[in-house]
């Protein structure tokens, strides 16, 4: 069935990166959109931006743009996600999911989640 | 930018009760929204697409409504089971959003 597998937990002082992996199965990798949404301990949940991993292309929601980065490995059926310049606020689980069309519809099924927590 | 208001952000019912939450959009978005379910520790679980499409495998007591600007989600006859975060999505226009979500207890 369709699946996403994230990559684990991370602990990162104030300033550096983080780039987090979501592993696709279960369906043709290039052929859907994947989100990227996060959800600060006890907050609601935040959009970040999307990638066409049958492409290039990406979106970014205006409070990321350019600290953001979505890449994908279409070899291991894989997107990325790295955040520059860390701070406490970034503390939070960050889940991928998949699109159900190119881009333009709701994310669903979601991955399991990755604690990112910024610490020194 | 597309605001997601939704109300209330906690709310109490007992077994049995029919609940419903609250979405508004600051500006028109036809029928583009999404609803959540999401459990303490979990990843979001879909519930409804296109305002009121449910998904497969979700109770019958799950319903949703609305179009333009202002969306619900409906839970007759709540269950110990459905005490849970409930979260909108709008997926009209880039960025997408969220709702700040309803934490649903039973009494």
């Known amino acids: 069935q369709v699946q996403l597998v994230q990559s684990g937990a991370e602990v990162k002082p104030p300033g550096a990166s983080v780039k987090l992996s979501c592993q696709a199965f279960?369906?043709?990798?290039?052929?859907?959109?994947v989100h990227w949404v996060r959800q600060a301990p006890g907050q609601g949940l935040e959009w970040m931006g999307i990638?066409?991993?049958?492409?290039?292309?990406?979106g970014y929601a205006p409070k990321f743009q350019g600290r953001v980065s979505m890449t994908k490995d279409t070899s291991t059926s894989t997107v990325y996600m790295e955040m520059r310049s860390l701070t406490s606020e970034d503390t939070a689980i960050y889940y991928c999911?998949?699109?159900?069309?190119?881009?333009?519809?709701?994310?669903?099924?979601w991955g399991q989640g990755t604690l990112v927590t910024v610490s020194a | 930018d597309i605001q997601m208001t939704q109300s209330p952000s906690t709310l109490s019912a007992s077994v049995g009760d029919r609940v419903t939450i609250t979405c508004r959009a600051s500006?028109?978005?036809?029928?583009?929204v999404a609803w959540y379910q999401q459990r303490p520790g979990k990843a979001p679980n879909l519930l409804i697409s296109?305002?009121?499409t449910l998904e497969s495998g979700v109770p019958s007591r799950f319903s949703g409504s609305g179009s333009g600007t202002e969306f619900t989600l409906t839970i007759n006859s709540l269950q110990a089971d459905d005490s849970a975060t409930y979260h909108c999505?709008?997926?009209?226009?880039?960025?997408?959003?969220f709702g700040g979500g309803t934490k649903v207890e039973i009494k």
């Open positions: 999911a998949r699109d159900q069309l190119r881009g333009n519809s709701w994310p669903d099924p």
């Open positions: 279960g369906y043709t990798f290039t052929n859907y959109y």
């Open positions: 296109h305002a009121s």
């Open positions: 500006q028109s978005i036809s029928k583009w």
């Open positions: 990638i066409n991993p049958g492409g290039s292309s990406t």
């Open positions: 999505h709008q997926y009209s226009s880039y960025p997408f959003s």
